[in-house]
T-cell receptor, first 112, second 114 residues
Framework: AQTIHQWPVAEIKAVGSPLSLGCTIK??????LYWYWQATGGTLQQLFY??????VESVVQLNLSASRPKDDQFILSTEKLLLSHSGFYLC???????????FGPGTRLTVL | GDSVTQTEGPVTVSESESLIINCTYS????????LFWYVRYPGEGLQLLLK?????QKGSSRGFEATYNKETTSFHLQKASVQESDSAVYYC???????????FGTGTRLQVLP
């Protein structure tokens, strides 16, 4: 069975500090990977997707970057956090492009 | 761009009553998007409830149904008799667009009273 793990569960960070969020998928080779962000009371917005190792495409510009250093790992980061980065970050994977997505438990980020 | 509009919540219904959560979409970049309903139960992660990838087809799961209506660009979620355990947040989604984007609605919080 496939499992998806996100870390950390929650973060409280200062404006201007760096950030790194991680996501690991086990039990599925070559998954399509996605990062989403949801502001409090807002809708889910797709940020990035990756079809293969080393290749990441940006969907929405939020002064964030993403990388896929391994087949099963997806990293979301920034060197300088903004207040507007606060929210809930979800990682997801899919078998087929355009197919159903399987979501991780998410990371709650608070920027002060 | 592509968009999804769904019933604003919260929606409150009593157990055994019928339910409909409206979802309409605008898919300007792709003629026949895949359509999804996702659900987040309290304390759980977001998960797929049902999907339909062919216009005119109906998807069903856990007593819920949704029909992909190309003419009205709708994908309403219905259930004949809700249960308290159906209390959750429901999201309508479409994708992928020609920019490889999956678009979610704002979510509808459903509360089912015992």
């Amino acid at each position: 069975a496939q499992t998806i793990h996100q870390w950390p569960v929650a973060e409280i960070k200062a404006v201007g500090s760096p950030l790194s969020l991680g996501c690991t998928i086990k039990g599925k080779s070559s998954p399509n990977l996605y990062w989403y962000w949801q502001a409090t009371g807002g809708t889910l917005q797709q940020l990035f997707y990756s079809i293969t190792v080393g290749q990441v495409e940006s969907v929405v510009q939020l002064n964030l970057s993403a990388s896929r250093p391994k087949d099963d790992q997806f990293i979301l980061s920034t060197e300088k956090l903004l207040l507007s980065h606060s929210g809930f970050y979800l990682c997801a994977w899919s078998r087929d492009w355009g197919g159903e997505q399987y979501f991780g438990p998410g990371t709650r980020l608070t920027v002060l | 761009g592509d968009s999804v509009t769904q019933t604003e919540g919260p929606v409150t219904v009593s157990e055994s009553e019928s339910l409909i959560i409206n979802c309409t979409y605008s898919a300007t970049s792709i003629a026949y998007p895949n359509l999804f309903w996702y659900v987040r139960y309290p304390g759980e992660g977001l998960q797929l409830l049902l999907k339909v990838i062919t216009a005119g087809q109906k998807g069903s799961s856990r007593g819920f149904e949704a029909t992909y209506n190309k003419e009205t660009t709708s994908f309403h979620l219905q259930k004949a008799s809700v249960q308290e355990s159906d209390s959750a947040v429901y999201y309508c989604a479409l994708g992928p667009s020609n920019t490889n984007k999956v678009v979610f609605g704002t979510g509808t919080r459903l509360q089912v009273l015992p």
